[in-house]
């Protein structure tokens, strides 16, 4: 652990130590170059319909001279040279007004806005290279700058050169990559690390959080800081804004305000500080700065009141010079690796900051660059990081989680597994009990009812021999019967009534009854299974029986035909028939009820010489 933070450190000193190299990172003449920088200019300066003329040195910063206040100035410089050159020549210059116009001689060059619409476009952030045309160029040149400037938009003018293309070119090459095209690299890097961070906010939860269930907000501190950093860089790349100024200086502002309340709040849940009464202050001041932030942008930018804004930049600073300087404190005193990591990146954005305060406030470099934006990206690459430490440890306990989950899965199936041949065995053995009731049951209605009718036949006296004899044979055609069901198919009809015609024939030709079979083969019926092919069994058998036993019948049809809607079941004879009307009694009550258990309609017909008993199967 000590090794990894002396790595750190040290590549933390190269870093700062390459930055420094930054404080003379100016434009500097190469030796021998025929370029030449113009610093003095005679300065027409228009203030409030007020014009003031003088001579002044380059580089002039019309928020620093005229604070508060918008307005024009022309700026007249002239410069010699010892013969006419042959090759293309060129004027650089690093920064000038918001709206320009460049004079050569008396010929316009370059023109980028409109000079008299105030906070109007702005052109004067980025470095102009302006190439001048063959022939222009004398011996003697008089070059004038026409600026439009807008209060609080750092208008004004910086030395300019005048050179040879390639050399000029150079020199301007060097500060367009600093200021446009690294600031377009930071923008986009912003953008990648807070889109990044956002999408895992929206898509991840917090697992170390047992309590509830709710997204990280490390992810969020992070996305927001990098998206509002990037509106905060690039800024400096927008010519035409969508809002007019002065409102559009107060999204800049705002964005900045932003980012640092985000950073805070990221540091102290790196630092696990945010439920500390500290951790709470630093969240509730950053939050009243951000509050602040807008009003007192509308106040400088507004209303000419640039110190309001000067005041709210240095209460920001400040609070981040001492929320960075305890944070330090503690990473020094061994913290976590994500700690350390910040830490690096506070110290290097102090180092910078107090670059850039040299640069632009103690030392009046108008035109140079603000290296901020650059080492803002550490902070970056440390969101970045921890943002991908962080993601990879949920990972690893989300594949702890589904590891754990897996193992009890496999545990619960092998639970299920043994509980489901448990119910398996369990429901044979019901099955096998549920056939044991039935068999007993069917015995108990059909041959157990027939013997006890036999014994009080017996015990009575008064049956006749034949009486008897007719009740046994019921009796022993039922318990075939009963045997020959367990065997039938299920659904096939025509099988059962063949079943019945084999068993109960030979009682009809003793009993003189001729029987007429006109059954045609029919397919199964799928409402029937084996407990349905029962119920009909013995339906069809108590209407046989009655024929046998009460109908006095001579002729006995037995019909069936595939109906429209199911199966017709038709039993005739031409007996002395009964009256339907009448109460039913026990064999037609039981008819009945079975009739229902199978959803078949049962219908009776009955007259002297004809009786029909039809079941309509569905």
């Given at each position: ?6 790595w750190?450190w ?5 870093i ?7 404080l ?20 027409t300066v228009?203030v409030?319909?007020?014009?003031e003329?003088?001579r002044l040195?380059?580089?002039?910063h ?15 410089m002239v ?10 020549w ?8 918001n ?8 010929a316009l060059?370059?023109r ?15 470095p ?9 160029l004398q011996?003697?040149?008089a ?22 293309h390639?050399?000029?070119?150079a020199?301007?090459?060097r500060s367009y ?9 930071v923008v ?17 939860t ?6 509830r ?5 490390l ?21 035409s804004?969508?809002?007019a100024w ?8 705002v ?14 849940d790196?630092?696990?500080w ?6 709470r202050?630093?969240a509730?001041?950053?939050l ?6 807008g ?17 709210w ?5 400040l609070?981040f010079?001492l929320f960075?300087?305890v ?6 005193r ?5 700690h ?9 954005n102090v180092?910078?900051g107090?670059r850039?305060l040299?640069v632009f ?9 603000s ?6 990206v ?7 990081y ?8 949920v ?5 702890d ?6 193992a009890?899965?496999q ?5 299920l597994?043994?509980t489901?041949q448990?119910v ?7 099955e096998r009990?549920?056939?044991r009731?039935?068999?007993l ?10 013997i006890s ?11 006749s021999?034949?009486?008897?004899l007719?009740?046994?044979r ?12 367990l065997?039938?198919p299920?659904g096939?009809?025509?099988a ?6 084999y ?7 003793a009993?003189d ?6 059954v ?14 029962r119920?009909l ?5 108590e209407?046989?029986?009655?024929v ?5 019948a001579?002729e006995?049809?037995i019909?069936?035909v595939?109906a ?14 009964f ?5 039913w009694?026990?064999?037609l009550?039981?008819?009945r ?10 219908s ?10 039809e079941?309509h199967l569905?």
């Amino acid at each position: 652990m000590a090794e990894g933070r002396g790595w750190s450190w040290r590549w933390l000193v190269w870093i700062i130590l390459c930055l420094a190299g930054s404080l003379h990172a100016d434009e500097r003449q190469a030796p021998g170059s025929p370029d030449m920088e113009l610093h003095e200019a005679q300065a027409t300066v228009e203030v409030n319909g007020r014009t003031e003329q003088r001579r002044l040195s380059l580089p002039y910063h019309w928020d620093r001279n005229n604070p508060g206040r918008a307005g024009r100035a022309t700026f007249d410089m002239v410069f010699t040279l010892p013969e006419v050159p042959r090759e293309s020549w060129s004027l650089y210059l690093p920064r000038l007004g918001n709206a320009y116009e460049v004079w050569l001689n008396g010929a316009l060059v370059q023109r980028e806005g409109d000079l008299l619409q105030d906070n109007g476009s702005d052109y004067g952030q980025v470095p102009r290279l302006v190439p001048l045309p063959p022939g222009l160029l004398q011996r003697s040149n008089a070059l004038q700058v026409r600026i439009r400037a807008d209060m609080g938009r750092r208008g004004g003018l910086s030395t300019v050169w005048v050179g040879p293309h390639e050399s000029v070119g150079a020199l301007y090459a060097r500060s367009y990559g600093w200021r446009v095209t690294g600031s377009l690299i930071v923008v986009g890097f912003s953008l990648t690390v807070g889109l990044l961070s956002m999408s895992l906010w929206a898509t991840q939860t917090d697992l170390s959080n047992t309590v509830r269930q709710q997204r990280d907000p490390l992810y969020l501190y992070a996305g927001l800081a990098e998206l509002f950093w990037a509106v905060r860089v690039g800024d400096a790349l927008i010519v035409s804004p969508p809002l007019a100024w002065p409102w559009w200086g107060v999204v800049p502002v705002v964005a900045l305000s932003v980012w640092g309340w985000s950073m805070g709040l990221f540091c102290l849940d790196v630092a696990r500080w945010q439920h500390r009464p500290a951790g709470r202050f630093m969240a509730a001041w950053l939050l009243a700065l951000l509050v602040a932030s807008g009003p007192m942008a509308v106040w400088a930018l507004g209303f000419g009141q640039p110190l309001a804004l000067t005041a709210w930049y240095a209460c920001l600073g400040l609070s981040f010079l001492l929320f960075g300087a305890v944070f330090l404190v503690q990473a020094l005193r061994g913290a976590s690796l994500p700690h350390r990591v910040v830490a690096l990146a506070v110290l290097l954005n102090v180092v910078v900051g107090f670059r850039d305060l040299y640069v632009f406030r103690i030392n009046p470099t108008y035109a140079d660059s603000s290296l901020m934006r650059y080492s803002s990206v550490v902070f970056g690459l440390a969101l970045g990081y921890i943002v991908i430490e962080r993601f990879r440890q949920v990972s690893a306990q989300a594949r702890d989680l589904v590891n754990n989950l897996a193992a009890r899965v496999q545990e619960k199936e092998r639970e299920l597994a043994g509980t489901y041949q448990q119910v398996e065995q369990l429901a044979r053995e019901q099955e096998r009990a549920f056939e044991r009731t039935r068999i007993l049951r069917d015995m108990h209605d059909g041959v157990g009812a027939h013997i006890s009718s036999a014994i009080r036949q017996l015990q009575s006296g008064r049956a006749s021999p034949q009486e008897l004899l007719q009740t046994l044979r019921d009796s022993m055609d039922q318990l075939k019967l009963s045997i020959d069901a367990l065997n039938l198919p299920p659904g096939d009809v025509t099988a059962l009534l063949a079943n019945l015609r084999y068993r109960l024939e030979p009682r009809f030709q003793a009993s003189d009854i001729a029987l007429r079979w006109a059954v045609e083969l029919i397919e199964p019926v799928p409402s029937l299974d084996a407990s349905g092919m029962r119920q009909l069994q013995f339906m069809v058998f108590e209407a046989l029986s009655n024929v046998l036993q009460h109908a006095q019948a001579t002729e006995l049809c037995i019909e069936a035909v595939a109906a429209e809607r199911g199966v017709r079941l038709r039993i005739v004879d031409n007996g002395r028939g009964f009256d339907a009307t009448l109460p039913w009694r026990k064999g037609l009550l039981a008819l009945r009820e079975r009739a229902h258990a199978i959803g078949a309609l049962l219908s009776l017909h009955s007259e002297p010489g004809r009786t029909v008993v039809e079941i309509h199967l569905p």
